[in-house]
């Protein structure tokens, strides 16, 4: 294999000018990004019986939301690390030069979503499932952003598909970017497989999805050597995504299995004689449920 592939070659940039336009990959990459997510989070949520309007609404303010968290969660935690946020006075809001925490972005825009999903009268906790695989998918697409700007790779590596970076060369690193997107993609395969073949309480495939990324994100940060703040010896990285899946996890096994439904937890009444007399028609309509 290693006479087929001897290694991967980074791109010799990330910005391309087109006439006047100058387009940054790094960015394109999230465009491609947040159109697969909403394509697959659509397709789920009409099939449940929901409106694509719901969806571009929920898109539209969870990504707008979602990326300013991301960029308030990288300022926090790479201030000293990163030095092209002072490079220009415009430095902490050039989201397109790279430099976006999912850690930040996640709650941000699950948040925006959820309330533009609960004025909608929906189920927040419904749509949180329809909308988990779009997110591992997006997330594994935006990862090719790194590789346009060659950042966030491993460490050094002699394996056939290490990473040439020009910063080192001579030396080959773990493709982390190519690891994450091959892992994303079938847990995304995982989660749709498990949303049909088991009956999940909502949102129970929503914490599957978080448990399923930060499995593979603690090892990811284990061979990242991008500057980062440490603690107890590891990244800081290491410990969110080490506490989220543990976190997930519980939930899942306490949602699914251990909590007893709230109709189960009610007392038992006792049943009152109907009144005689005609009869009230219930108005059909599409049943939204609330959560």
Not at 5 to 26: C, E, K, R, W
Not at 228 to 243: E, P, T
Request: net charge positive; charged share 15%.
């Amino acid at each position: 294999m290693s006479g087929v592939l001897a290694s991967i070659p980074s791109p010799p940039t990330g910005v391309y000018h087109v006439g006047p336009l100058t387009i940054h990959m790094y960015g394109l990459m999230l465009l491609i990004a947040i159109a697969a997510c909403i394509w697959l989070t659509g397709r789920r949520w009409v099939r449940w019986g929901g409106d694509w309007d719901l969806v571009y609404r929920v898109a539209i303010w969870g990504v707008i939301f979602g990326i300013v968290g991301a960029r308030i969660y990288h300022l926090i935690t790479s201030w000293n690390q990163d030095a092209a946020i002072h490079a220009h006075w415009y430095g902490p809001f050039a989201v397109w030069s790279g430099g976006l925490g999912i850690w930040g972005a996640i709650p941000f825009g699950v948040l925006a979503g959820a309330w533009v999903v609960r004025r909608s009268g929906n189920s927040v906790a419904l749509f949180m499932d329809a909308v988990a695989p779009g997110l591992l998918l997006a997330q594994g697409i935006g990862r090719w952003g790194n590789y346009w700007n060659q950042e966030l790779y491993g460490k050094a590596t002699t394996l056939p598909w290490g990473l040439k970076i020009d910063a080192t060369p001579g030396v080959l690193h773990h493709p982390t970017f190519l690891y994450e997107f091959v892992w994303d993609l079938l847990a995304v395969l995982a989660l749709l497989w498990i949303d049909r073949r088991f009956k999940l309480r909502r949102p129970a495939l929503f914490s599957l999805y978080v448990a399923f990324y930060t499995a593979f994100r603690t090892y990811e940060e284990t061979l990242r050597i991008d500057p980062s703040n440490h603690f107890a010896g590891q990244r800081i990285n290491f410990w969110v995504s080490l506490g989220c899946f543990v976190l997930s996890v519980a939930f899942f096994i306490w949602w699914q299995f251990l909590r007893t439904p709230s109709e189960e937890r009610r007392p038992v009444q006792r049943a009152r004689p109907i009144p005689k007399g005609p009869t009230m028609a219930v108005p059909r309509g599409r049943v939204r449920q609330r959560g």
